[in-house]
């Protein structure tokens, strides 16, 4: 990282000392974790500068950058979090925040259209409000590690419509709250709702982020997917995604949230009974999505 045996105090400001000088300065940093980020973070910083050896244009441009992103937040719009998303980084974080063990259902990112409160439905709603889309039952047990259903569990759900959009991005075309839904599962810890078959859809792609992506050859699409948090007493929470198998995009998620693990198909049912139970015409479309919740005290 540093040449060994470099003053750079006495010496002054060297290339080759560079990130030791800026290291004595946070020497005296109260918080041992603070310290322990700002030490990290200008190692790797200086490294990342020496590496690339930016031109002074270069550099200049990275600020600008960053300037550019922070403007375009609002309450509505998080372009740093977008930022990170296809930077992997929410998708790393996850996965060092949830190393649940491996019988428990598969976590990854909460993303960005979680901004308003789930409104509470009853077991076999419809949370289709504009019917904007291909109708289909949405269905699953929430069961802990050892196969025990979850009576009550939580399931809270959230998605796009069957053009790509979520309700708080078209707050003049979609009715308020549509597609989002909280259910409580049943004494057997089944839950079951009639929704759409989401589509995949573009990240907010008209600002610096969407023009990174341009730059770089990346395209700024999602594979269909439901949001999924299910939480239930004793357990450690669970917010994922339900991915439609045969989506485009499911092999490169511009926001690299795809876990093989959480691909379902949309199948088919001719079942009258089924049908029946779920207060639909037959035959009709079901994804299952039955889920398994570490238990608190066996969490990795
Ligand atoms: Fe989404």
Same mark, same amino acid.
Do not use: E, Q
């Given at each position: 990282m540093t040449t060994a045996g470099s003053a750079p105090r006495r010496g002054g400001f060297s290339e080759d000392g560079s990130a030791e000088i800026v290291l004595e300065s946070f020497a005296?940093? +109260?918080d041992p974790r603070l310290k322990r980020l700002m030490t990290s973070f200008v190692e790797h910083l200086h490294a990342f500068v020496k590496d690339v050896e930016p031109t002074e244009e270069e550099w200049e441009q990275a600020i600008g950058f960053l300037t550019e992103v922070g403007h375009m937040c609002d309450a509505t719009r998080q372009e740093f979090v977008l930022l990170s998303d296809v930077l992997g980084v929410s998708a790393l974080v996850d996965a060092i925040n949830h190393r &649940? +063990?491996?019988?428990a259902t598969d976590s990854t990112v909460l993303g960005p259209f979680h901004m308003v409160e789930s409104p509470r439905r009853e077991l076999? !709603? $419809?949370? !289709?409000? $504009?019917? &904007?889309g291909e109708p289909c039952v949405f269905a699953g047990q929430v069961r802990s590690f050892d196969g025990t259903p979850l009576p009550g569990a939580r399931v809270d759900v959230w998605q796009a419509n069957g053009a790509g959009f979520y309700d708080v991005q078209q707050p003049d075309v979609q009715p308020e709250r549509n597609l989002r839904g909280l259910f409580a599962a049943d004494d057997h810890g089944r839950f079951w709702l009639r929704t759409v078959v989401p589509r995949h859809y573009p990240i907010p792609d008209d600002g610096p982020v969407g023009r990174l992506l341009d730059a770089t050859g990346r395209h700024p699409n999602r594979p269909a997917h439901i949001h999924v948090i299910a939480e239930a007493d004793g357990h450690t929470p669970l917010t994922t995604h339900v991915f439609v198998e045969g989506s485009p995009y499911l092999d490169s998620d511009a926001v690299f949230g795809?876990?093989?693990?959480l691909i379902r198909p949309v199948t088919v049912i001719d079942d009258p009974l089924r049908a029946d139970h779920y207060d639909v015409s037959n035959p009709f479309k079901l994804i299952e999505f039955d889920i398994v919740l570490a238990p608190v005290t066996e969490r990795a």
């Open positions: 005296h940093t +109260p &649940n +063990p491996a019988a076999g !709603s $419809d949370i !289709s409000l $504009d019917h &904007n795809v876990k093989r693990s």
